[in-house]
Structures are given as structure tokens and as C-alpha cells.
């Protein structure tokens, strides 16, 4: 099953992983109800489970009331790669300093979970691994070990950070793979994993994928299926 961003979020908070605050609203009065508490400066996010949102014209930036009616009545309604926005997700603006991509996805060939980290975030993985392959960082884990937290130093220092900011990477990133593992995914990844200008991370964006066959052990993650585009992949 594979979960739509604000869904892939709400799981994110239950590991302790830092989200932006956001509302998921349908229509423009729902938009302007919730910016009231979001503040000034917000992004609007089509959520369909394609890819390639932002070329599409399906992320925008608000800061205004009159902004934001024009930018979600151009969201609400458009098709990206064939599939129809019906609900967007407004969250608070984020100040970008750097953007970096973080991942886990199962090797089935190797039966082991695959870590991929790199510096090149806020853009489609695939796109980085077809265009420039050496940027992607990968080290597999056994999934009986699971991750030392010196293997999550590893990755975190090798994307060329200062100390101080790798210690907050490997925390991180030893928490997605909980994530991952503890909820039988298939592929948990952020991107992008952005620092601010503060030296905050933050997960901008967010794809989980959980194993059907395991849903019965998970109610929870079952629940937030979204019955919109149900019989897409």
C-alpha cells in the first residue's frame, strides 16, 4: 500500500521524525480556514501518488490570502501524469539552506534492506541515479543486525556535513530504518531532508510503501488508506 505524503507524515511523527505543520483540505474555504493557523508563508501540495509533482505545477508557494485562493483553485482540479487533484496538503513555508535525500528500500535479491543517502535531494532519485549514479551512497544491512550507529555516522559524514550536523543525520537516519522496519515496508524515504537556516532537519517530503501482505499487523497505517485513488498502484 502505498501512502500519500500527508499519510506518509502522520507515520513520520509516531517515530519522532520532524514534519512541518499542515492541514489536508479539499476545497478553497477549507484552504483559507486553515491558513489562519498556519501562518503567513505556506506551501500548497497536490497529493496523488505520481511523482514529478513540482514540474507539473503542482507545488506553489503562498503568502498571501488572495495568493493562496489562486494558487489552490489552480491545484485543485488539474491532472498530473493522468490523475485528477482532488485534496491538497498547506503546511508551513520551510527556510531551505540545503536539500539532501535519505531512503531505505528492500533488495530482494540480496534479501537485505539498502540505505541510499545523498547530497543531491529535491529532485526524483531516479532521475540523480540515471544522471549522476555517483552521488548515491548505499550500504545494505542485515536485517537480523539491524543498523549499528556507526554505519548511520558513516552515511551521515560521507554527505559532507560538519560534525554537529552528522550526529542530527545519523539520529535521523536510524530512525527512518525503525520506521521502515517496524512497519514492514517495502520503501521509506524522504525527499527532500532539508536543513534550514537554523540547522533544524526537517522531512519535506515523504513516500512510504508498506508490504500488503503484512497490513493485518498494522489497523493503524490500514486506516490511512486513501479510497480516492484506491485502485491505482
Do not use: C
Not at 81 to 110: C, H, M, P, Q
Not at 187 to 204: F, Q, S, Y
Request: aromatic content about 6%; proline content about 3%.
Amino acid at each position: 500500500m502505498k501512502l500519500l505524503e500527508y499519510s506518509s507524515k502522520e507515520v513520520l511523527k509516531k517515530y519522532g521524525i520532524p514534519v512541518k505543520r499542515g492541514k489536508l483540505v479539499r476545497s478553497v474555504d477549507e484552504a483559507l480556514e486553515a491558513y489562519k493557523d498556519l501562518g503567513a508563508h505556506v506551501a500548497v501540495k497536490a497529493q496523488v501518488p505520481v511523482g514529478g509533482r513540482g514540474k507539473a505545477g503542482g507545488i506553489k508557494l503562498a503568502k498571501s490570502e488572495s495568493e493562496l485562493k489562486e494558487v489552490v483553485s489552480s491545484i485543485l482540479g488539474m491532472e498530473i501524469k493522468g490523475i485528477k487533484v482532488k485534496k491538497v496538503l498547506l503546511e508551513e513555508a520551510a527556510e531551505i539552506e540545503k536539500e539532501f535525500y535519505v531512503g531505505v528500500v528492500l533488495d530482494r535479491n540480496t534479501r537485505s534492506n539498502i540505505i541510499m543517502v545523498s547530497a543531491e535531494g529535491g529532485v526524483e532519485i531516479e532521475e540523480v541515479a540515471r544522471e549522476k549514479p555517483e552521488a548515491i551512497l548505499r550500504t545494505s544491512v542485515d536485517p537480523g543486525l539491524g543498523l549499528p550507529d556507526f554505519k548511520a555516522r558513516e552515511l551521515a559524514f560521507s554527505l559532507g556535513v560538519l560534525p554537529d550536523l552528522a550526529k542530527k543525520m545519523a539520529v535521523f537516519i536510524k530512525k527512518l530504518y525503525e520506521l521502515y522496519i517496524n512497519v514492514d515496508a517495502q520503501l521509506a524515504e524522504i525527499n527532500p531532508l532539508i536543513v534550514d537556516k537554523n540547522g533544524e532537519l526537517w522531512a519535506l517530503d515523504a513516500k512510504i510503501i508498506v508490504d500488503d501482505n503484512a497490513l493485518f499487523r498494522h489497523p493503524d497505517i490500514e486506516k490511512l488508506r486513501d479510497m480516492d485513488y484506491e485502485n491505482r498502484d
